[in-house]
């Protein structure tokens, strides 16, 4: 449009004859900043829900959510500030762990009213999708031994010194994402050396080894789960946790196993991939190798009694805790998860409608409904946890202070478009109508072959020849009328219409008489 108006623009000629442009002032439209919306997830959709379209919610004991909620309140009173990385919620989990410090929950309903009267549920999802996703996690136990022998020579590594993440101490708490560096000299950073150096002895014999395990798929499994319990010879248990990682890609071996067509998708789960890894120590080697990413281990002093510490540094909780992701969602958030989940062996899935929270992070958890499900240490829980890989539904439980609803509603409606005034300052002249041609004739009966009229003086000549009087013009053949029908001619189509060109601009009012312009000299 604005390319139009500059064409309509009228030239002014010098003495020459060479066309110069008039200039006029610049038309200044007016800003329309974009209104920040009450509450934006990245990547994320989201709907309002009254409790109760939650399906399933009064089924569920909302007393135990209720404790692992107040168990992250602890925490989230301690922060002072602004979260380092800005998230949706923001501070907005304070006040609802203010009120649960003050208010008496004793049973299911009084946890349940608490929940309705200080948040707000939203059906969240990734943006164009409806469901979320869930898998499960565990705390795996394991035999192992604190010094090598003939039977545990795989060592647990803690986190090398010459590891290297930007804005993180050497001892502080490290993401479980982002680059990760090699520290060489004083200034040289390298990525750090992957699964394959440092199985192969990259960081051996430097005094990081925690302890040993029986194989490489041991210490694989517990690195996917992020935490551990070793069964030392001595009747002892040695906690092990996530301490950082080494930035290189992780792959899941799984979906290696079902892109090479060995396990078929449906029967996925982490007990198939150790059988198969144990009865293909070559193939397990490869496979393993694939996966880039190497987790790195702290002890922690925990009973046998202690659950598992999450990323919020907490006990977990089985059945309550859920892992998310931590770029996106605050620690303490609520999530109530419903839909179906294979958690009885040989069985159809089971009605799963939960009340969750979020205390723990994947690398491998990743959008705004994405979640892992703690259920728990030991063989047992690692079934059921090996076999979750579903769709579900996700509602996040919002602090009533940031509630969307009202606020959607004074959202304003966007300020028209600018070409409004770029057609009032430079009006057109809509094209005259055409005259129409009957739609039906009667046909013509076919013409002969006549000579045609003499020129006459009155006849306009063609333009650009001048009209011939030596020779009269030879005969031009007629050809018959085709009966006219209803439907257009091709030969109509091609036809183009006269367009009208554009009026002159209007004068504005810093416009100067012609009479006192300036013309350039030629």
């Known amino acids: 449009m604005l390319a139009a108006a500059a064409l309509a623009l009228p030239l002014a000629q010098d003495a020459v004859g060479r066309a110069w442009v008039i200039r006029r002032p610049a038309v200044e439209f007016p800003l329309h900043p974009p209104k920040p919306w009450p509450l934006e997830f990245p990547n994320a959709q989201y709907l309002p829900l009254r ?14 959510a209720f404790k692992t909620f107040r168990a992250s309140c602890q925490p989230i009173m301690g922060e002072r500030g602004e979260p380092a990385t800005p998230k949706a919620l923001g501070i907005s989990l304070r006040e609802p762990c203010r009120a649960a410090r003050k208010v008496d929950v004793r049973s299911a309903d009084d946890a349940r009213k608490f929940f309705e009267q200080n948040f707000v549920p939203l059906q969240i999802s990734k943006l164009g999708e409806t469901d979320g996703f869930v898998t499960g996690y565990y705390e795996p136990v ?71 395990l029986k194989s490489q798929t041991d210490l694989l499994f517990m690195q996917i789960q992020g935490s551990g319990r070793i069964k030392l010879a001595d009747g002892t248990t040695l906690r092990l946790n996530y301490d950082a990682h080494n930035g290189q890609p992780y792959t899941p071996v799984g979906r290696i196993l079902i892109e090479r067509n060995i396990i078929p998708r449906e029967e996925m789960s982490m007990q198939r991939i150790r059988e198969w890894m144990e009865a293909n120590s070559d193939g397990a080697n490869e496979l393993r190798r694939a996966n880039k990413s190497y987790v790195f281990f702290r002890e922690v002093k925990l009973n046998d009694k202690d659950e598992a510490i999450g990323g919020q540094g907490i006990p977990l909780t089985p059945q309550r805790s859920i892992a998310v992701d931590h770029t996106l969602h605050l620690y303490g ?17 089971t009605p799963f409608h939960r009340l969750m929270i979020a205390q723990d992070t994947g690398s491998a958890i990743t959008g705004p409904a994405r979640a892992d499900l703690y259920f728990g240490a030991g063989p047992d829980a690692a079934r059921v946890a090996g076999r979750l890989k579903n769709n579900i539904r996700f509602a996040i439980l919002v602090p009533k202070a940031l509630d969307p609803s009202p606020g959607a509603r004074r ?33 013509a009966p076919a013409a002969t072959p006549q000579a045609p009229p003499p020129p006459s003086s009155a006849q306009a000549p063609v333009v650009g020849k001048a009209p011939s009087t030596d020779k009269p013009s030879p005969p031009q053949p007629t050809t018959a009328a085709k009966p006219a029908t209803d439907k257009p001619s091709a030969a109509g189509t091609n036809v183009a219409t006269e367009v009208p060109l554009p009026q002159a601009r209007p004068a504005l009012p810093g416009d100067k008489p012609r009479s006192l312009r300036r013309r350039p000299r030629g």
Request: net charge neutral; glycine share 10%; proline share 16%.
């Open 51 to 64: 409790w109760a379209e939650l399906d399933g919610w009064i089924d569920d004991d909302q007393l135990a």
């Open 142 to 212: 394991l035999d192992g031994s604190r010094t090598p022998t003939d039977v545990y020579n795989v060592p647990v590594y803690r986190r090398p010194s010459n590891l290297f993440i930007r804005g993180v101490k050497q001892d502080g708490p490290a993401p479980n994402g982002g680059p990760v560096y090699r520290k060489i000299g004083r200034r040289k950073l390298v990525p750090y050396y992957d699964r394959a150096e440092i199985e192969d002895g990259a960081i051996g014999g430097r005094g990081l080894e925690i302890c040993y």
């Open 333 to 349: 958030t609520p999530f109530f998860i419903t839909g179906q989940l294979p958690l009885e062996p040989q069985k159809s899935p």
């Open 411 to 443: 959202v304003g409606l966007p300020e028209p478009r600018p070409s409004a005034l770029i057609a009032k300052l430079f009006p057109q002249t809509p094209p005259a109508p055409q005259p129409t041609t009957p739609t039906t004739t009667p046909a």
